[in-house]
């Protein structure tokens, strides 16, 4: 099992729609959260951090449940701009190795 | 204030010979982490170094992959005897933080060197 999962995608949606996807991680020590996002063939960028009180930004809700182990993702009224990979980061301490990236679940906005 | 910059953004090699990455951290930033990401997968930590240290390689291949960031001049990381493996996007990060604090809130990635092994 991968330290880190997500669903591939594509979800493909209207723009507009709203759209949730999750992220489940295996270890129960694992400490911070993050969302990156990454487009086609570029770097990834910091999207949000994820509180244990969920956290929103505008039309973004991240939320953290520790006892299922996932973290969500929620966009609201999506934009053709947020067409990207949603790249889930945990964080089992704040030692750089162990930083795990999940392989990003790929979101496509059609007009 | 320039960004993280890495070159070259696409580099060529054919199996067995070298490769050398760079990465010029954001103008403040001491710490430097590179990572790679193979073609439908998530970003692997390879190795974090400050100036002229390595604090971390635990992601490193044993063979072949050596990193440095010297006093002056960018971080390298370079990967002898090339295989077709070693295709992928490498990328670099900095950050003026070490891994203390909330550091990954203040790393930022440079635009990744694509390396293509033939």
């Known amino acids: 099992r991968k330290e880190v999962e997500q669903d591939p995608g594509p979800f493909n949606v209207p723009e507009g729609a709203t759209v949730a996807f999750n992220c489940t991680y295996s270890?129960?020590?694992?400490?911070?959260f993050f969302w990156y996002r990454q487009d086609c063939r570029k770097e990834p960028k910091l999207l949000m951090s994820?509180?244990?009180s969920g956290n929103e930004d505008g039309r973004f809700t991240a939320q953290l449940n520790r006892a299922s182990q996932y973290i969500s993702l929620l966009i609201r009224d999506s934009k053709l701009s947020d067409s990207a990979t949603y790249l889930c980061?945990?964080?089992?301490?704040?030692?750089?190795?162990?930083?795990?990236f999940g392989s990003g679940t790929r979101l496509s906005i059609r007009p | 204030n320039a960004g993280v910059m890495q070159n070259p953004r696409h580099l060529v090699r054919r199996r067995g010979q070298e490769a050398r990455l760079r990465c010029s951290p954001m103008?403040?930033?001491?710490?430097v982490y590179w990572y790679r990401q193979l073609p439908e997968e998530g970003l692997k930590f390879m190795v974090y170094?400050?100036?002229?240290?390595?604090?971390?390689e635990s992601g490193m291949p044993k063979e072949r992959f050596s990193a440095e960031f010297p006093k002056e001049g960018p971080s390298i990381l370079r990967i002898q005897q090339v295989v077709r493996g070693d295709s992928a996007a490498y990328f670099c990060?900095?950050?003026?933080?070490?891994?203390?604090?909330?550091?990954?809130?203040?790393?930022?990635f440079g635009p990744g060197t694509r390396l293509t092994v033939l």
């Open positions: 990060a900095s950050s003026p933080l070490g891994t203390s604090g909330s550091w990954l809130d203040t790393q930022y």
């Open positions: 270890n129960s020590a694992s400490q911070s």
């Open positions: 994820v509180y244990s």
């Open positions: 980061v945990v964080a089992k301490d704040s030692s750089a190795s162990k930083i795990i």
């Open positions: 103008k403040g930033h001491s710490h």
């Open positions: 170094l400050q100036k002229e240290n390595i604090i971390d």
